[in-house]
């Protein structure tokens, strides 16, 4: 009412350090054109377009009619651990114990949660580029500082040891470590993961080992971290169920590590979340100790889906990328449409497409390198074949 009022600050300062999620942001923007009756070729959001097996759904469903609904045990049911557990030891040789295993809503809340009790104020933290989006919040909003390492598009984004060894200082605290990687697609090399566990380990530096599509590994050679326990003090896993088993909305995740920082995680998670929901565990141990097939078959379509991206790309003069050999991303180089009076920036033309094209891609400056969009091809073969069509046809008129 005329007077002037004294600024207040309202905001926190380690909430103004971050943003939101470039994914999130431009899956609204999508959906809010999809409401509109837009047909969109979606290549935007990373999640599975297949549906929950159906033994999991099954599981779900008696958990609710046998009324477990109850609170569990923070870190989960003793079931659930045990199923994690004994997964990740039948398929990799971790040998984790109930107690080295915490069960999260969701492998980005393992992640939040390892960072959050191992992160300090001023420490170190190596994230090889191009990353997924939430690490480098994720450290920030900690008060973390970001050291990213950079990788080689001509050597397929790959990271190695000697890469991840020259960027450690004495304020190393942790390294982040995601492979098959989001969004490039790029694995690490099995020698090379074993060289980055046991470096950490000599040097006292967690490596936190994001292993979200653990199982989307197309080299026919998927390997831990946790596989060389003499190495376990400082190796964290970050896993989760929502790609392995088409489980995106239930939000199931874990971790496993040294009991001292698991305790921490589930110290820090029974004053925020306390446990994941009762019968979404119940559907879990069902996803990690029913058939495993539906995981070999999901990984079958999504290599052939890659395989069908990238022959269309093949198509499209001045587009050029590398083959991915796991999750269910392409990051194609767009620097030849730069420019020449049209989109200046990989943000620039990510939203053109979707405008004009009616391609949904989120822009590569959200994973930290400006020449890039990527595509997830999680999503039918008709949508590829009519998405790159498009793209094909609206690209001509930059080239
Ligand atoms: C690399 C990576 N880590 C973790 C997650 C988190 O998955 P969720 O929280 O659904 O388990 C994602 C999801 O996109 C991801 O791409």
């Not at 469903?61 to 030891?89: C, L, M, Q, W």
């Amino acid at each position: 009412m005329g007077m002037s009022v004294t600024e207040t600050k309202v905001l926190t300062d380690r909430i103004n350090r971050i943003e939101v999620s470039a994914t999130m942001a431009i899956t609204a923007e999508a959906l809010k054109m999809q409401a509109s009756g837009i047909d969109l070729a979606n290549f935007g959001a990373g999640e599975p377009h297949f549906n929950t097996p159906q033994h999991i759904k099954d599981a779900a469903i008696d958990a609710i009619e046998k009324n477990f609904s109850r609170y569990t045990a923070v870190a989960g049911t003793p079931e659930i651990r045990k199923a994690v557990v004994e997964r990740h030891t039948a398929d990799f040789g971790s040998g984790y114990t109930v107690e080295e295993c915490v069960f999260t809503t969701g492998g980005k809340l393992a992640l939040f949660n390892a960072v959050q009790v191992l992160v300090d104020h001023g420490d170190e933290v190596i994230l090889p580029v191009p990353y997924w989006v939430s690490f480098k919040d994720i450290i920030e909003y900690a008060g973390g500082k970001v050291v990213y390492v950079e990788s080689d598009e001509r050597e397929d984004f790959r990271i190695t040891a000697k890469m991840i060894e020259a960027a450690i200082t004495p304020k190393t605290k942790a390294i982040i470590l995601n492979t098959p990687s989001n969004p490039s697609g790029a694995v690490v090399s099995p020698a090379d993961l074993e060289a980055i566990v046991r470096l950490a380990h000599a040097r006292g530096i967690y490596l936190l080992l994001d292993e979200c599509y653990v199982y989307l590994n197309f080299t026919g050679a998927a390997v831990s971290g946790g596989t060389f326990t003499d190495c376990k003090e400082h190796v964290v896993i970050l896993g989760s169920l929502s790609k392995t088993y088409a489980m995106t909305g239930w939000r199931a995740g874990f971790a496993l590590g040294p009991k001292q920082v698991i305790g921490a995680m589930s110290k820090l998670q029974s004053q925020s979340t306390s446990n994941t929901s009762s019968m979404v565990q119940k559907a879990s141990v069902a996803a990690l100790t029913g058939p495993q097939e539906c995981v070999a078959e999901m990984r079958t379509d999504y290599l052939k889906l890659r395989d069908r991206v990238l022959a269309g790309f093949k198509t499209i003069p001045g587009l050029t990328c590398t083959v991915p050999q796991g999750a269910f991303y392409v990051y194609p180089n767009i620097s030849a449409f730069l420019g020449k009076g049209g989109p200046k920036t990989a943000s620039e033309l990510a939203q053109k497409l979707l405008t004009e094209a009616h391609v949904v891609t989120v822009p590569g400056e959200a994973f930290g390198t400006d020449a890039h969009i990527r595509l997830s091809y999680a999503v039918s073969g008709d949508v590829v074949d009519k998405g790159v069509e498009r793209m094909r046809e609206y690209l001509a008129k930059l080239g």
